[in-house]
């Protein structure tokens, strides 16, 4: 089976969050269950391909090609999407230009996909292009049909309707059964309508997104498509994920030698000024610092937090976060290391010292930090909801996380507090690290899925 893979960002070439890491690693599994997987992103500063034929450049591997879509004007800057003050004004035009150029690179490479599978917003125009004239009339994707993956529904596309003119599309699409979205132009919304099939990053989000309270304003639409509509669990890469091989961490170690994990957690403690402490609960955070992400509440607790344990946290976002976090690292120097930059060494390591992680999220599509956690043999502490709520189970039910249901700071102090009861039964404790660490959520179940999938949409009339 031959598929054309869209993504605005994918691991290792260029990453904001957990779309880059699905994306770098999904192809790959996809290769190894026996397709021919080519993947598009635009070719940002910093890449560098072991080729440039023209408008783009090619890297090889897994058996993967990766090809870079050149436009320097669009992709040559210092971010993906933007900056602390906002997006690009531009993105529209960007991204439009990155979809069609995909089009015209698979005719000029020859290779004609059974499936192009978009993801988000940024790539919904691709499937959109495929459906339209002159695409469709064309013949050469006469058999092509597509996939839309929805990772987060809160990022939809949303321009004014006076840039509809620069996506060279029909005017007549400009409908509220297509792209309108309360006279806006919506690139996710058109993405959900012309896609074959639509899936989502986890089987509870695909269902809370056909709600009001979940939905974003789509819910209707994607109530509509729910008979090609479903939830496929993302998974984690543990060739770039695991502590035995991990070389970014400062000791390897095994679920037959997780002593090794506190002299991870000690060397940490010194490289950020924190008390070294092994006896002293180090919680973690490593995400967009986002009210999705949960930081409000968070950022609520910490106070509550810091008089008993450890903090650290590693992520970029609001300004307004930024803010209030700088506060509470000048005021707890010794238990409160922050972090306010992307940086994907000092996220294994992050990984790898912590005793639990922090998953506070308003909602979440799927989250992969729980996935990694269980790996690094640190227990994660989540909101119920998304798919956090289908890869943790409470400890006192045989799992290997805590649980809060209610959305609230108290809550989230509250499940800190039992995991920390816990944490002070060493036996206990050791028993509940043993059995994460032995957790597998690799690409091979979900590739699999992926590919059931693909076959059931080129079934499709």
């Known amino acids: 089976m031959k598929i054309a893979f869209c993504s605005s960002e994918v691991f290792p070439f260029a990453k904001t969050g957990g779309l880059a890491d699905v994306s770098g690693a999904l192809p790959l599994a996809l290769a190894r269950g026996g397709c021919q997987v080519k993947v598009f992103l635009p070719f940002y500063k910093g890449i560098i391909p072991q080729k440039v034929c023209g408008n783009y450049g ?5 058996g993967v090609e990766f090809y870079f879509i050149k436009n320097d004007a669009y992709f040559m800057r210092e971010a993906l999407y933007g900056t602390p003050s906002g997006d690009y ?3 529209l035009e960007r991204f439009s230009f990155f979809s069609k150029q995909i089009l015209e690179i698979l005719k000029k490479i020859k290779f004609v996909p059974d499936v192009i599978h978009s993801n988000d917003w940024q790539t919904s125009l691709v499937n959109m292009y495929l459906k339209l004239p002159p695409v469709k009339e064309g013949g050469f994707f006469k058999k092509t049909k597509s996939v839309l993956t929805i990772h987060n529904l809160a990022y939809q596309g949303v321009f004014a309707k006076n840039k509809f003119p620069l996506l060279d599309i029909p005017s007549k699409y400009f409908n509220v059964n297509c792209l309108e979205f309360y006279d806006k132009i919506n690139l996710l ?7 074959d099939m639509v899936n989502t990053v986890s089987p509870t989000y695909a269902k809370q997104v056909q709600t009001p309270d979940y939905g974003c304003g789509l819910d209707g639409i994607l109530r509509e498509k ?3 509509f479903m939830g496929i669990l993302n998974a984690i890469d543990y060739d770039v994920w695991n502590p035995q091989s991990d070389k970014l961490i400062y000791k390897k170690y095994g679920f037959t030698t997780l002593n090794d994990k506190y002299v991870n957690k000690r060397k940490f403690q010194e490289a950020c000024g924190l008390d070294t402490d092994k006896n002293k609960m180090l919680l ?6 986002a009210e999705q992400k949960g930081i409000d509440i968070l950022s609520d607790s910490l106070d509550d937090l810091l008089r008993k344990y450890q903090v650290v946290i590693l992520g970029y976002g609001d300004r307004k976060y930024h803010n209030i976090l700088k506060k509470k690292a000048k005021k707890y120097k010794a238990r409160f290391s922050l972090h306010l930059k992307f940086d994907e060494d000092l996220a294994h390591k992050i990984y790898a010292a912590c005793d639990c992680f922090l998953l506070p999220s308003r909602f979440e599509p799927c989250g992969l930090s729980q996935m990694i956690s269980y790996r690094y043999a640190t227990v994660p502490i989540v909101h119920c909801t998304g798919g956090l709520g289908d890869t943790v189970v409470e400890v006192n039910r045989g799992g290997g996380g805590f649980l809060f249901h209610r959305y609230s700071s ?5 499940s800190v ?3 920390a009861e816990m ?6 404790w050791r028993t509940v690290i043993e059995r994460v660490s032995k957790y597998n959520y690799s690409w091979k179940v979900t590739a699999d899925e992926y590919i059931r999938m693909y076959k059931r949409c080129l079934s499709l009339e």
């Open 417 to 419: 507090e039992r995991a």
């Open 423 to 428: 944490f002070r039964e060493k036996k206990s």
């Open 58 to 62: 090619v890297t090889k591997q897994g």
């Open 189 to 195: 919304k058109g993405g959900i309508v012309f896609s």
């Open 226 to 228: 729910r008979g090609r």
């Open 410 to 414: 108290d809550e989230l102090i509250s």
């Open 284 to 289: 973690g955070m490593v995400s967009r610092l």
């Open 89 to 91: 004004p531009d993105n």
